[in-house]
């Protein structure tokens, strides 16, 4: 072999040293490239994921939180439609009261109208029904409240009364109906803790 092939296989075997060395660093660095890049994949998932479960978690907080709320509308109106029905019933029961039970009851009304008004002379109105009942016992409601009673036209009222001067200027309103008004709050409260403790 002659110097110049022996220098030529010199460069050949660098060469192949050379590209040998140049494969061997473009592997590694490839595979630090799929490594890295196999990390932030894994990353990502890990992110995608633990964001995907904290959605799930406002989701199904979300969910449980409309049901509750849908549940406590429905027991609300449930109770309102109960109570409701009770006010009805108790409307129904004060219009129908018994003539002497009736009669007592207008009694301490008037009273209580009298008594806020200050007057020796009064005028009654009410439905039909109770000015006849306080007519036929005209004198006996006139000596019980403590004042003279003037009778006033029929209104529309499931009863009670509304108490005035005689000229209707000044004057107590005593309805059922107004009575009920003023104590719905109450009345209702009442009503609850009865039916629902």
Known sequence: MSGAEGIIQEIHR?????????LNEAREQAEEIKEE?????????????????????????????NAKLEVRKKRLAVQEDLIKEVLSALRERLSSLPDEEYFETLVK?????????????????SNKRTLELISSRLEEFSSKIGAEV????????????????????????????????KMENELRAEIAKALFG
């Open 14 to 22: 660098e060469a192949e040293q050379k590209v040998q060395y140049i």
């Open 150 to 181: 003037i009778l006033g036209k029929p209104m529309d009222t499931i009863g009670g009364i509304v108490v005035s001067d005689p000229e209707g200027k000044v004057r107590v309103d005593n309805t059922f109906e107004s009575r009920m008004e």
């Open 37 to 65: 890049a196999r990390k932030k994949a894994e990353a990502q998932a890990e992110w995608i994921l633990r964001k995907a479960r904290t959605q799930a978690e406002i989701e199904k907080q979300r969910i449980i939180a």
């Open 109 to 125: 009304l008037a009273r209580e109208g009298v008594e806020e008004l200050g007057l020796q002379k009064i005028m009654v109105s």
